[in-house]
């Protein structure tokens, strides 16, 4: 490379969007910027209690301006005049409903306040019974169209959704030209794309969560869809047949877009693809190695070569596509429905009285009584990691089911609930924070079993995410019940750094997104080696922990 080249890696998350700039040739993070949705920090459009989680896309379209405008403020006019390539990832399946230019419908008069018309959120619940008819469905054919997302489909996905919408609205359903991922929109919308039928689909989010697979060339036939719900009849002919890799490109960035970000007109965009599998690519994962994105959950991703795969379907995953991760090998997903999210449960638990009785307290200011509860919020999971840190062993002590929010692998079951056994008058916060602990870990390793078991080899961890980066705690449990080293990458961002690497790649500047992860990556930290004193205890609580997971799931 005869001069520095700069590529933008664009991650959507939950709450909020972050975009970095990165030197193409040696990875380092030249600018950052996040922006946090106004209208899900308000909570519009959203209704808890029924499971539904839907976001507008103009919070989308602002984070995108705000971010990347940011990045490039910060990074100066010499960096952001050799701008190569912007990637994006982001959450899925967040599917969205559009008219025949590819606009959001919510992004039209007559829909702008309309949820149904708005990205359904990735945990959004609402297609629950959708699914189980899909499941309940595909039995009746002789060919196994579930087959490559681990025979079960999720009310999280692609399908499910389109079809709860189509029955709940029928505006929405009058409208509709296509339903497509945020993923595909994005880069559609920077390359000022107005016909939906032109749009470039990601094999990500179309071979994990769509029900696309090469195999069967494309989707499923009309007619298996058709007698799901007349509703269906023809639809997929309203979506697409081809698919990319996220190493290719989706276009050129419009001059709109140019102008408005203040970048060159000849700016690559490359294909999105979701956050969980450009993240692994971010945190250099490696064949048969587990990369771990813990963060309220988990999605874990594997790449696997293809020779090695040949017929096999792993059952109870989240799918497995050719080039999903890596173009050129099989990508495996799989995940935990809640990981942090059962740590923050607990914390909000053990709360309630900080934060509704402090602020009627006679004995402490109003102030004073704000401050307290901002400190100890800060200290309760640290102090109560330290505590348990001190446990010894005890084979007969609080044991925990990490399904709090449903188990997404092995074999999604959202009618699932956690529990917890073996409480006594001597049990107290620290105990059964550490029961807790202990579930999550394993229900990660649950998932390891499952590959193995499944005749695919885990040959390493690699561990991603805020928790993976704040909590020693877990991390050292994790690789005491796994038996397994797990390393920590350094990155912050492995995202929007991997989003970087396909964006660099995409453009060009590496002729496969492998070059681009090696000179690109920031490598690893911390290294969690297995306490040997602790594996064997662990491996007979397991047990106990399947146990008591098959009794809960026979009385559903």
Partial sequence: ?????????????????????????????????????????????????????????????????????????QAGDSVSANVMAISVDTTGSTPVAVDATGTQLSLLKQFDSNPNAMFVLWKDHTSVNEAAQINEHATKFPVNYLKYVGGIYSFEWYCAKLLHIL????????????WVEHCDWIPFLLTGGTDVKQMKHSIC????????????????????????????????????????????????????????????????IGIGAF?????????????????????????????APTADIKERCVNGICGQVNGSIIPGMIGLEAGQS???DIYAWFKHLLEWPVKNLLSTSSVIDTATAEKLQQEMSEKLIAALSAQATELPTDESAELAIDWMNGRRTPDANQQLKGAIMNLS???????????????????????VERFENEG???????????????????????????NMPIRIHKSEQTCALGAAMFAATAAGIYPKVEDAMNKMGSGFDTTYYPNESKTSFYSKRYEKYKKLGAFIESRI
């Fill in 1 to 73: 490379m005869s001069k520095e080249q700069f590529v933008i890696g664009v991650d959507y998350g939950t709450d909020s969007v972050r975009s970095i700039i990165v030197n193409a040739q040696t990875g380092e993070e030249m600018a950052s910027a996040v922006f946090y949705y106004p209208n899900w920090k308000k909570g519009l459009y959203c209704d808890a209690p029924t499971n539904q989680f839907r976001q507008h896309p103009q919070d989308y379209v602002d984070g995108l301006t705000y971010t990347i405008k940011d990045c490039i403020r």
């Fill in 167 to 178: 029955r709940a609205d029928e505006d929405v359903k009058n409208n509709i030209a296509s």
């Fill in 338 to 340: 809640a990981f942090g």
């Fill in 456 to 482: 695919l080899p885990v040959k390493g961890l690699i561990g991603l995410g805020g928790v993976a980066k704040k909590s020693p705690f877990i991390m050292q449990m994790m690789a005491d019940v796994m």
């Fill in 205 to 268: 989010s179309a071979g994990h969560k769509a029900l696309w697979a090469e195999e069967f060339g494309g989707f499923p036939p009309n007619d298996f869809f058709t007698s799901l719900d007349p509703l269906l009849d023809s639809f997929t002919g309203k979506l697409f047949t081809e698919t990319y890799t996220s190493d290719k490109q989706a276009g050129v960035i419009s001059q709109e877009w140019a102008s408005r970000l203040g970048l060159p007109e000849d700016v690559v």
């Fill in 425 to 447: 008058l001597g049990s107290n916060a620290p105990r059964i924070f550490n029961a807790l602990v202990e579930a999550t870990c394993f229900g990660a390793k649950a998932i």
């Fill in 275 to 303: 956050d969980a599998h450009m993240g692994a690519v971010g945190g250099q994962i490696e064949p048969y190695h587990l990369s771990k994105v813990m963060g309220t959950s988990t999605c874990d991703m594997m790449v």
